[in-house]
């Protein structure tokens, strides 16, 4: 076994957050005396962190926040790493600490090789220089000597697919424009270790698919990569294993489906068998006011019950409902539509409407469900992504003893062996010849 190219262990980053008194410098009767102490207070507090080196926090109540606990993992050469997880999950913090922008309260990291960092647009670049200067500004500090940069100048530029704005100053580029160039610069240093954050969603279709490529051809010639996105399809498609954070956690480390279906799963796990519709959320013309759904019978042949009551406000086209199922990894696996013509008749008043599903046999697992309800396929009134959810216990595949895993999908078809023969002459060894 190879030595881990990035080990990190126990790693841990707090910070210090700093409050103001509920309502304080706004109550009517509040004493100039306890004014003045608080404020004695905090300056006498930030002399003490400034002598000490300490972050120096604005506030009458300091909180500690643990952006990262306890977090540990190995990662070997040419693998890549995928991050996931909720905004302020600790993704970035993590990232920033691998690339040594921030320095860790607690615990080890150890690199071994070169890191190219992609954290932030246009990081490394200044807004007055032009496209071939930030190239050369941008890759020294990267740690590219002027020759790598002179050799690699011209396959730097045609992936940036920035030629015409070479010797324009970058502050007058798009923001998608900064990340070509910022990418296409670190991509090229042909580090041991490229960090990516979720900055490739400021790019085109075309030029994401072409990032992509580029970290798997990366990855393909033993490079390591991390790589940090909410787009799901990106992390499964690139990532060999995955990391779900949540609040500064490892939540889950394994298997990029896994990792995926467990974050899905967390982030809906409000997600009930009952939706109603929040006062918050205006009805449409027609739109739903309360679904709910029940899980009836087994393996192969679950049947689902959904009870809609409807709401239409005023007079509007004909409309139908449809249902989408997610597995846990939030992608669709199939659509039901009990009726493909219009059959609500669009008159204001309330509709109370029955819809059951036969499912195909699923693995076990938390399942999802939209709503929709249209006039027309391209025309909709109203749609709740992940409005319900329903969990499937039993497996499809009696007797199995081998888990079941989202990597081969989520539906097991009925399938069974119509014929096996066998060829007895030919289960014999050909004869041997020699001369």
């Given at each position: 076994?190879?030595?881990?190219?990035?080990?990190?262990?126990?790693?841990?980053?707090?910070?210090?957050?700093?409050?103001?008194?509920?309502?304080?410098?706004?109550?009517?009767?509040?004493?100039?005396?306890?004014?003045?102490?608080?404020?004695?207070?905090?300056?006498?507090?930030?002399?003490?962190?400034?002598?000490?080196?300490?972050?120096?926090?604005?506030?009458?109540?300091?909180?500690?926040?643990?952006?990262?606990?306890?977090?540990?993992?190995?990662?070997?050469?040419?693998?890549?790493?995928?991050?996931?997880?909720?905004?302020?999950?600790?993704?970035?913090?993590?990232?920033?600490?691998?690339?040594?922008?921030?320095?860790?309260?607690?615990?080890?990291?150890?690199?071994?090789?070169?890191?190219?960092s992609l954290l932030e647009v246009g990081t490394g670049f200044h807004p007055e220089l032009t496209?071939?200067?930030?190239?050369?500004?941008?890759?020294?500090?990267?740690?590219?000597?002027?020759?790598?940069?002179?050799?690699?100048?011209?396959?730097?530029?045609?992936?940036?697919?920035?030629?015409?704005?070479?010797?324009?100053?970058?502050?007058?580029?798009?923001?998608?424009?900064?990340?070509?160039?910022?990418?296409?610069?670190?991509?090229?240093?042909?580090?041991?270790?490229?960090?990516?954050?979720?900055?490739?969603?400021?790019?085109?279709?075309?030029?994401?698919?072409?990032?992509?490529?580029?970290?798997?051809?990366?990855?393909?010639?033993?490079?390591?990569?991390?790589?940090?996105?909410?787009?799901?399809?990106?992390?499964?498609?690139?990532?060999?294993?995955?990391?779900?954070?949540?609040?500064?956690?490892?939540?889950?480390?394994?298997?990029?489906?896994?990792?995926?279906?467990?974050?899905?799963?967390?982030?809906?796990?409000?997600?009930?068998?009952?939706?109603?519709?929040?006062?918050?959320?205006?009805?449409?013309?027609?739109?739903?006011?309360?679904?709910?759904?029940?899980?009836?019978?087994?393996?192969?042949?679950?049947?689902?019950?959904?009870?809609?009551?409807?709401?239409?406000?005023?007079?509007?086209?004909?409309?139908?409902?449809?249902?989408?199922?997610?597995?846990?990894?939030?992608?669709?696996?199939?659509?039901?539509?009990?009726?493909?013509?219009?059959?609500?008749?669009?008159k204001p008043g309330s509709y109370h409407l029955s819809v059951q599903i036969l499912l195909p046999?699923?693995?076990?697992?938390?399942?999802?469900?939209?709503?929709?309800?249209?006039?027309?396929?391209?025309?909709?009134?109203?749609?709740?992504?992940?409005?319900?959810?329903?969990?499937?216990?039993?497996?499809?595949?009696?007797?199995?003893?081998?888990?079941?895993?989202?990597?081969?999908?989520?539906?097991?078809?009925?399938?069974?062996?119509?014929?096996?023969?066998?060829?007895?002459?030919?289960?014999?060894?050909?004869?041997?010849?020699?001369?």
């Open positions: 076994m190879s030595d881990p190219v990035i080990s990190v262990e126990n790693l841990s980053k707090s910070y210090l957050v700093g409050h103001k008194l509920a309502g304080q410098g706004y109550k009517r009767y509040t004493a100039l005396r306890d004014v003045i102490g608080q404020e004695a207070r905090n300056i006498a507090r930030n002399a003490v962190n400034i002598i000490r080196g300490r972050q120096v926090v604005l506030g009458d109540q300091v909180e500690e926040f643990w952006a990262l606990k306890d977090v540990s993992f190995e990662l070997k050469r040419g693998e890549v790493l995928g991050i996931i997880g909720r905004n302020g999950a600790g993704k970035s913090t993590l990232l920033k600490i691998l690339s040594r922008i921030t320095e860790p309260t607690a615990g080890r990291v150890t690199l071994r090789g070169r890191v190219a496209g071939r200067e930030n190239i050369y500004l941008n890759g020294a500090i990267l740690g590219m000597s002027r020759a790598e940069i002179r050799r690699k100048f011209d396959e730097i530029v045609a992936f940036a697919e920035t030629e015409k704005f070479l010797d324009t100053p970058v502050k007058r580029y798009s923001s998608g424009m900064y990340v070509r160039l910022a990418f296409a610069v670190a991509a090229h240093l042909e580090p041991e270790i490229l960090v990516v954050d979720e900055v490739l969603a400021v790019g085109d279709a075309g030029f994401q698919e072409k990032c992509l490529g580029k970290m798997r051809t990366l990855s393909g010639t033993g490079r390591t990569v991390l790589f940090v996105s909410h787009s799901m399809m990106a992390i499964r498609t690139l990532c060999s294993s995955c990391i779900f954070l949540h609040n500064g956690v490892k939540a889950f480390d394994g298997p990029v489906s896994d990792a995926i279906a467990a974050y899905q799963t967390y982030a809906h796990t409000g997600v009930k068998s009952v939706w109603r519709r929040p006062s918050t959320l205006a009805i449409p013309k027609i739109g739903f006011e309360q679904v709910s759904v029940s899980v009836h019978g087994g393996q192969p042949a679950i049947r689902l019950l959904f009870r809609m009551t409807l709401r239409c406000t005023k007079e509007c086209a004909p409309s139908f409902v449809a249902l989408d199922v997610r597995a846990a990894t939030g992608s669709v696996i199939m659509q039901a539509v009990p009726k493909s013509t219009p059959f609500l008749p669009g046999p699923l693995i076990p697992g938390t399942y999802f469900t939209d709503i929709w309800v249209g006039p027309h396929y391209n025309e909709t009134n109203d749609y709740i992504t992940f409005a319900l959810s329903f969990t499937v216990e039993q497996s499809p595949s009696p007797g199995r003893t081998i888990p079941h895993s989202f990597d081969h999908g989520s539906i097991v078809p009925i399938s069974e062996i119509l014929e096996c023969d066998s060829d007895k002459r030919a289960s014999a060894p050909d004869q041997a010849v020699y001369s």
